[in-house]
């Protein structure tokens, strides 16, 4: 009877255990490409993937039946669970490399850089761009941005609204030079230069939320790779000065950098440590002023290629990992805005090698996709963690003219629904302090029954889940309150 009991109560814990722990597990890898010849994601720290709600786009380049490379789509419209076709988007006449990609509603971004296969000699390398309005089924003509007998490669591309934003590294000027081109409503402007030196200026990552633009990249002005950021905060079209992020007398390069309304983080690899090490650095007012370097990694293995990318309080970090005696994808996340970080988490484990990883988080799912040869060449995989965003998570890279609450949703719900809310740029506090946002929920007789949000937003749209799984079937009332701005919803919980 005592062993009954024991290993009834050992099975509830075990349930218990798991249900509470299951929220943060990672998938078994999917595996999106199956070709005679290798398929690669970029190693520049341009991401290739990007999410908006369920629809999940990857592309990558691809030597298939070992021709000339060409630049793939696939997307998933289930948030990763299944995926569609792959799609060529690039031309079927010349070599092209290293795309990147962004997401903005319906509207997919893809930029890469293109080889005149007929005349590679004379090195014209071109940056090209397509486009689709429809979440990736069907896609304009794709575009030259640039062409130029000198070498221009490794563009990365950000899109906030009806602007898009490309950075790339030209020798144009005689050194590698970093450039940006930009469009409003699919006009393109001019080229501006963005660096100036004798150094080469190599593998740009750019980043926007609103009217700010942030893009890092690493040269070697000061006699060692440094990794260097420059901003612009009216949408691209004056920039400030070059910022310094690093100074020492080891190599820094390959950073990335994704931003949440005032708050930018940036990663890269760095070898002050005897060792290539991942660090972290981040702003928390727009990029004004920068904090201290946080190391990520700590081993005596190489760990490199970082990519990020940031969803309200949480940001997250993927790179490559030779701890384990080849080459693994390892994933961090902080939860409280690079304040904190949790542990490393490995995410592949196979005895080939696994490279040049990006991460893109949209609602509560984290995805990322890299490439390995684990079957003989390298193939482009993908894994998800369906619920590995957790807390407030940021939703749009708009600066919203006034606050407010919406209806969650669903509703009426059974346990689980999510609540949107919008915080003002007009804020009657200083961006930079941000407003203190407080969003709780009532039952029928004025009582509290959970906090969800108390604490200091930068503006934006926030989108929060509330679990009321303890909680019985009634009416609840969610109020959105700041200093100057509250207001009050209903909603029906049903189970």
């Given at each position: ?202 593998f740009p990552s750019v980043a926007v939320f609103g009217s700010q633009i942030h893009i ?249 889940r509330f679990d009321a799984g303890t909680l019985p079937s009634g009416i609840y009332f ?18």
């Amino acid at each position: 009877m005592k062993k009954l009991i024991f290993i009834s109560l050992f099975i509830i814990l075990h349930l218990t255990f798991t249900i509470e722990h299951c929220e943060a597990q990672w998938e078994p890898d999917v595996r999106l490409t199956n070709a005679t010849g290798n398929s690669w994601t970029s190693y520049n720290n341009a991401r290739c993937i990007a999410a908006n709600g369920n629809v999940v786009h990857v592309v990558w380049y691809d030597y298939k039946n070992l021709t000339f490379p060409k630049i793939y789509f696939k997307r998933s419209i289930n948030g990763g669970t299944t995926w569609g076709t792959e799609t060529l988007i690039s031309s079927n006449y010349e070599s092209q490399y290293y795309p990147s990609i962004a997401v903005f509603g319906s509207q997919v971004h893809v930029v890469g850089y293109e080889i005149g296969a007929a005349y590679p000699w004379i090195n014209e390398w071109s940056i090209i761009y397509r486009r689709s309005t429809d979440e990736g089924i069907t896609w304009d003509n794709y575009i030259w941005l640039m062409s130029d007998t000198a070498y221009s490669e490794f563009p990365s591309v950000a899109v906030s609204g009806s602007q898009v934003h490309v950075v790339w590294g030209s020798i144009r000027d005689g050194n590698k030079e970093i450039y940006y081109k930009r469009a409003i409503n699919g006009s393109w402007g001019a080229d501006t230069r963005l660096t100036n030196n004798t150094a080469d200026s190599y593998f740009p990552s750019v980043a926007v939320f609103g009217s700010q633009i942030h893009i890092v990249w690493w040269d070697n002005r000061d006699g060692n790779s440094e990794i260097y950021y420059k901003r612009s905060t009216d949408g691209g079209t004056i920039w400030e000065t070059d910022t310094r992020l690093t100074n020492n007398t080891a190599g820094s390069q390959h950073p990335s950098v994704s931003v949440s309304g005032l708050l930018v983080h940036i990663v890269w690899e760095e070898l002050r440590d005897m060792n290539w090490e991942i660090y972290y650095k981040r702003s928390i007012d727009g990029g004004t002023t920068w904090g201290a370097d946080t190391r990520l990694t700590n081993n005596s293995a190489v760990s490199g290629f970082p990519s990020v990318a940031v969803s309200g309080l949480q940001v997250n970090v993927v790179w490559c990992d030779h701890r384990d005696g080849n080459f693994e994808i390892y994933y961090k996340r902080s939860t409280d805005d690079g304040t904190t970080w949790g542990a490393d988490t490995r995410l592949t484990n196979n005895t080939a090698y696994s490279y040049y990883p990006s991460v893109a988080v949209s609602g509560s799912q984290v995805h990322v996709v890299w490439c390995d040869n684990r079957d003989g060449n390298f193939e482009i995989y993908y894994k998800r963690n369906p619920t590995g965003n957790v807390g407030i998570q940021n939703i749009s890279t708009e600066f919203p003219s006034a606050f407010s609450l919406e209806q969650n949703s669903p509703n009426p719900f059974n346990s689980m629904t999510r609540i949107q809310f919008q915080v003002s740029s007009t804020s009657p506090y200083p961006l930079q302090r941000g407003t203190i946002v407080v969003l709780k929920v009532f039952d029928m007789l004025g009582k509290e029954v959970a906090t969800l949000v108390n604490e200091k937003l930068q503006p934006g749209v926030y989108e929060v889940r509330f679990d009321a799984g303890t909680l019985p079937s009634g009416i609840y009332f969610y109020r959105l309150q700041t200093k100057n701005f509250t207001e009050t919803k209903s909603m029906i919980l049903l189970k």
